[in-house]
């Protein structure tokens, strides 16, 4: 069955930077795009970027203004996401998810199970 | 960016209602609308893709429709389990973006 297991808690000072892992499991890694998707306590979803793992292509949004960077390992079957210029608003959980194929435009049918972060001096 | 914007913001239902959640894009999206069901403490899950495809798995009193700008989600008779917030995402043009939610309520 299909599986995708995060890395764990992170606690971090403002500024730096944080790399977060999503393994995937129980099919073939490259058929699947990933979105990587954060939420605030209390708040809605926040789409963060892309990866296509088949031949590496991203996107990213915007509002991250460059700080974050999505890449991944074929061998490990492993995405990861950073995010670098920590600031206290980067507080949140963050969530893998796999899109529905390669293409950015699917739903995420499946989701890891989140990995907290937690920026504070 | 493509504003999402969803209502109502919370509803109040009973077990055996019928219940509409709309969500409406400020700009085309044409079928790149999904639904998704997020529970406390978890992560979310694809209800609805396409605006109304459901993926394997999920109960048939689930169903969407629309395109364009306008798209509702329909749970034709709730269930104790569906109690929940729902957001709706497009994937038309990057960034994507999700509505705001919509808390279900006992």
């Known amino acids: 069955q299909v599986q995708l297991v995060q890395s764990g808690t992170e606690v971090k000072n403002p500024g730096a930077s944080v790399r977060v892992s999503c393994k995937a499991s129980g099919y073939t890694f490259t058929t699947s795009s990933f979105h990587w998707v954060r939420q605030a306590p209390g708040h809605s979803l926040e789409w963060m970027g892309w990866i296509n793992p088949g031949n590496g292509n991203t996107k990213y949004s915007q509002n991250f203004q460059g700080r974050v960077t999505i890449t991944r390992d074929t061998s490990a079957s492993t995405v990861y996401m950073e995010l670098s210029s920590l600031r206290s608003e980067d507080t949140a959980l963050y969530y893998c998810?796999?899109?529905?194929?390669?293409?950015?435009?699917?739903?995420?049918?499946?989701w890891g199970q989140g990995t907290l972060v937690t920026v504070s001096s | 960016d493509i504003q999402m914007t969803q209502s109502p913001s919370s509803l109040s239902a009973s077990v055996g209602d019928r219940v509409t959640i709309t969500c409406r894009a400020s700009?085309?999206?044409?079928?790149?609308l999904h639904w998704y069901q997020q529970k406390p403490g978890k992560a979310p899950n694809l209800l609805i893709y396409t605006a109304s495809n459901l993926p394997n798995g999920v109960p048939s009193r689930f169903s969407g429709s629309g395109s364009g700008t306008d798209f509702t989600l329909t749970i034709s008779s709730l269930q104790p389990e569906d109690f929940a917030t729902y957001y709706c995402?497009?994937?038309?043009?990057?960034?994507?973006?999700f509505g705001q939610g919509t808390r279900l309520e006992i």
């Open positions: 700009q085309s999206v044409s079928t790149y």
């Open positions: 998810a796999r899109g529905r194929s390669t293409t950015l435009t699917t739903g995420a049918g499946y």
């Open positions: 995402q497009q994937s038309h043009s990057a960034p994507l973006t």
